[in-house]
Every structure is written in C-alpha cells, then in structure tokens.
C-alpha cells in the first residue's frame, strides 16, 4: 500500500490516496539510489513525471512494483510497452493538463508578438535611460485576432489550442496523420457555445499557410519532424511554439531560421537537452522560453492527483 511520488503529487491526490490507506512517500529518492529504494520499502506504486526515469533494470529488478503512473500525458521517460509485457499497469492523465498546456501556448504567441521576452529583460536593465528607443524597437507588434493558427497534432492538447484561437478570431488549419477531423465546441462564459468542425490537411499545406506553427505531438524517434526543410516551407514571418516535446523541432535550424528573419520569433517550453538546454536558445532575444512548466498550473496539478487517485485505487479494487 505504499506509493512513491518521487517527483512530487499535489496535497489533493496525497489526501485522496491516504483516506483510502495508502501511504503516499514523497520524498525524492535520486535516480542512481531508485530501485534499492523501492525494493527496501517494498513499493507498489511508483508516480512520476517526467524527471524520474523508469527503464527496464527498475521493472526487471522491483518485483513488488504493481503501478508505474506519469502525472501528465508523455510517457517517453517509461519503458511503457516492457512494463505491461511484465504484467505492471502504466497509467497516466492524458486529459488533466490539456487546457493548461493550452494557455501556455498563447502566452508564448501573446508574448512574442509583442517583444514581451525581449522587454521583460531590458527594460529593467535600460528602460529608465533608454525609454524612448525601447518604444521604438518594440513598436511593430502583431495582433493574433485573424491570423492563421496551424496546428500540429489534434489530440486533447491540440483541439483545447483551437478553442482558444477560434475564441479570439484566428482562422484555425491542422495537420494530423492519426485525425481526420476534429468537432470543437467552444463554450463562452454565459454558457453560449458554437461548433467548429476542422478538417486536418497535409502537414506541408499547414507549414506553407499558417501565421503561427505550434507542435503537440509525441517525442520523435526517427529525426526532428521540423528541420531546415520544414522551415524553408514557411512563410516568411512565421511564429512558432513548441510545447510538446523536445526534439521535435531541431534548434539549430531554428536558430538559423530567427537569425535570417525568416522566423519572427519562437516560444519553448522544451528542449533537446533538458535539463541542460542550449545556452544560445534560452538567451534569444527572439525566443520566448519556460523551463518545462506546461502543466504546472494548480488546477491542473489538482486534476492529475485525484486522476492518479482514482486509477490506482480502480487497480488495486480499493473503495
């Protein structure tokens, strides 16, 4: 009955498993010291997100290991298909942070359409001496409202961007191999709502027409699946966002793509080498960058604990 969160669960799913007699460790146990750990207190439940790794040799060596759960949708870091070969349930929460993965996409747009990146670093530096050349340098931003949104990938994540985007009047095209067609209700606050149905096309139709590119889409196992090729597609002026994982899109091409104009500027919340990203990436003045905190809302963080409460306790067959 004891379950590990070795990168941490929100006080709502540690109280929801405790009320059902589980005892929830939260203590960090160091990747290298794991699997003694989780044989010397006999672990059923292992929750993770996405700095803990679960490779074969933890599977293999932890007979007591029953669950291995991810608080969010990627399971790149679980050798997902070995352990349930092993007769270990992988769960996940697919649904929990799809609006707040959302969110942050728009911030990342809101933001570089406007220099906020740039601005937010300089203006404590030189905005008192320098007000009026800043106001200058800043003063050719872009509105989102009727501008085309491409999106890659229309999973839940996917289909919560266009929600937003239809809401502030973009015009929405996608590309997804696994979707034909996506139905998005878009609910207003006095409880009106219109449907939107959005027909997927080939990814190289979306690259060629929209304004703004943003990618959810899982780790990518054969090369980037944007690279110099995909680029050059683009318009020129595109803006592009990368929530998802990172390798999707390959960053020196990138680098050469904002440096040449031909990118207006990018938003990254991920990164080829977390958690050591490219010093060059993080420090673009025309880059827009969080360090993995797409899900790090509260609500979201509330929805993936009870979410993981209620799988382990549906597992287990406790009440």
């Known amino acids: ?43 059923k439940t292992l929750l993770v997100r996405s700095a803990t790794q679960v490779r074969k040799d933890i599977i293999d060596h932890c007979p007591s290991l029953e669950i291995i759960g991810r608080g969010g949708v990627g399971m790149d870091n679980i050798d997902v298909d070995y ?25 990342h747009l809101f933001s570089g359409a406007r220099f906020l990146q740039d601005s937010n670093r300089k203006m404590p530096l030189v905005g008192d001496t320098e007000f009026a050349s800043l106001k200058k340098a800043y003063a050719a931003g872009i509105e989102l409202k009727g501008k085309t949104i491409g999106i890659i990938g229309m999973g839940r994540i996917g289909q919560e961007v266009a929600k937003i985007a239809l809401g502030l009047g973009m015009r929405v095209i996608a590309a997804d191999n696994m979707i034909g067609k996506a139905s998005i209700k878009v609910t207003f606050y006095n409880n009106q709502f219109i449907n939107v149905d959005i027909e997927t096309e080939p ?46 899109i390959d960053e020196t091409a990138l680098l050469e793509a904002l440096n040449s104009g031909k990118v207006r500027f990018a938003g990254l919340d991920v990164f080829i080498n977390e958690p050591t990203p490219s010093k060059e990436v993080i420090t673009h003045s025309k880059i827009s960058v969080t360090p993995h905190t797409g899900a790090s809302t509260l609500e979201a963080q509330d929805r993936i604990g009870l979410s993981l409460a209620d799988q382990i306790s549906s597992i287990l ?3």
Do not use: W
Request: hydrophobic letters at 45%; one cysteine or more.
């Open 1 to 43: 009955m004891k379950v590990l969160a070795n990168d941490g669960l929100d006080q709502s799913g540690i109280d929801a498993l405790t009320e059902k007699g589980f005892e929830v460790i939260t203590t960090k146990v160091p990747q290298e010291f794991l699997l003694d750990y989780i044989n010397e207190n006999q672990i």
């Open 83 to 107: 352990a349930r070969e092993k007769g270990i349930h992988v769960i996940n929460t697919p649904a929990a942070s799809s609006e707040s993965v959302a969110e942050l996409v728009f911030a």
């Open 317 to 319: 067959q406790i009440q």
């Open 203 to 248: 990814l190289h139709d979306v690259l060629k027409h929209a304004d703004f590119i943003t990618l959810h889409v899982p780790a990518q196992k054969d090369g980037y699946m944007i690279g110099k090729a995909e680029f050059d597609m683009m318009k020129d002026g595109v803006a592009v966002v990368n929530c998802s994982r990172g390798g999707v």
